[in-house]
T-cell receptor, first 113, second 113 residues
Framework: DVKVTQSSRYLVKRTGEKVFLECVQD?????MFWYRQDPGLGLRLIYFSYDVKMKEKGDIPEGYSVSREKKERFSLILESASTNQTSMYLC????????????FGPGTRLLVL | QKEVEQNSGPLSVPEGAIASLNCTYS??????FFWYRQYSGKSPELIMF????GDKEDGRFTAQLNKASQYVSLLIRDSQPSDSATYLCAVNEPSGGYQKVTFGTGTKLQVIP
C-alpha cells in the first residue's frame, strides 16, 4: 500500500511565525503536490514537484514556498503565517504517467491566530 | 482558466436508491478522470477512474464518460448511509509539459436511512 504521511495532524501558530509542513511518501513517486482545502473552494493547488529539487507553482503560490531535497520528502513553508492561511493542508504523491492517480496524506489542519 | 464543475449539493437520496453525481470539465485535452470520496475531516480516497468513453463498473459504482459533451458522472447503486460523503471529481490534463490535476469543489451526498 502507498503511504503518504504528514508531520502533524493539527497545528496552531501565531501570525508572523515561520511554519514548516512536511510530507513523506514511501513509494518512490516522482510527483508530489501540496493543496489547501477550504469550505466552498475545494482543493486548490499551491505547489507541485515532478523531481528532486524541481518545483512548479500551482494556482495559489503566494505566501508559500516549497523544498524537495530528497525524492520522498516534500516540504511546504509558510514564510510568515497569516490568519488567511488557516486551512486544511493536504499533501499528495503520484507516479509518472498520465493515467496515474494521486495518493493523499491524512492532512494537516493549521490554525493561525 | 480550466475548470471542473460540480453541483455542491447536498444531494439527498433514500437508502437503496441510485445516487447520480455529475461533473463537467472545460479542457478538451483532458485524458483521465477520477472520482474521490472524502469523509468529513478526512483526506480524499480514490474510488473510480476512467479514461475511455462509455461506462466503467466496479461493484456498486459506475463511472460514465462522454468526452464529446465533456462530462463525467458517477452512479452509486443501492446507496448506503456509509456512502454519505463529499465526492470530488478530478481531471488530469496536460499543462505546459506537466500533468496537472484539477479538482471540482465536490458534491455532498446524504443517504437517508
Amino acid at each position: 500500500d502507498v503511504k503518504v504521511t504528514q508531520s502533524s495532524r493539527y497545528l496552531v501558530k501565531r501570525t508572523g511565525e515561520k511554519v514548516f509542513l512536511e510530507c513523506v511518501q514511501d513509494m518512490d513517486h516522482e510527483n508530489m503536490f501540496w493543496y489547501r482545502q477550504d469550505p466552498g473552494l475545494g482543493l486548490r493547488l499551491i505547489y507541485f514537484s515532478y523531481d528532486v529539487k524541481m518545483k512548479e507553482k500551482g494556482d495559489i503560490p503566494e505566501g508559500y514556498s516549497v523544498s524537495r531535497e530528497k525524492k520522498e520528502r516534500f516540504s511546504l513553508i509558510l514564510e510568515s503565517a497569516s490568519t488567511n492561511q488557516t486551512s486544511m493542508y493536504l499533501c499528495a504523491s503520484r507516479p509518472g504517467g498520465m493515467r496515474e492517480t494521486q495518493y493523499f496524506g491524512p492532512g494537516t489542519r493549521l490554525l493561525v491566530l | 482558466q480550466k475548470e471542473v464543475e460540480q453541483n455542491s449539493g447536498p444531494l439527498s437520496v433514500p437508502e437503496g436508491a441510485i445516487a447520480s453525481l455529475n461533473c463537467t470539465y472545460s479542457d478538451r485535452g483532458s485524458q483521465s478522470f477520477f472520482w474521490y470520496r472524502q469523509y468529513s475531516g478526512k483526506s480524499p480516497e480514490l474510488i473510480m477512474f476512467i479514461y475511455s468513453n462509455g461506462d466503467k463498473e466496479d461493484g456498486r459504482f459506475t463511472a460514465q464518460l462522454n468526452k464529446a459533451s465533456q462530462y463525467v458522472s458517477l452512479l452509486i447503486r443501492d446507496s448506503q448511509p456509509s456512502d454519505s460523503a463529499t465526492y470530488l471529481c478530478a481531471v488530469n490534463e496536460p499543462s505546459g509539459g506537466y500533468q496537472k490535476v484539477t479538482f471540482g469543489t465536490g458534491t455532498k451526498l446524504q443517504v437517508i436511512p
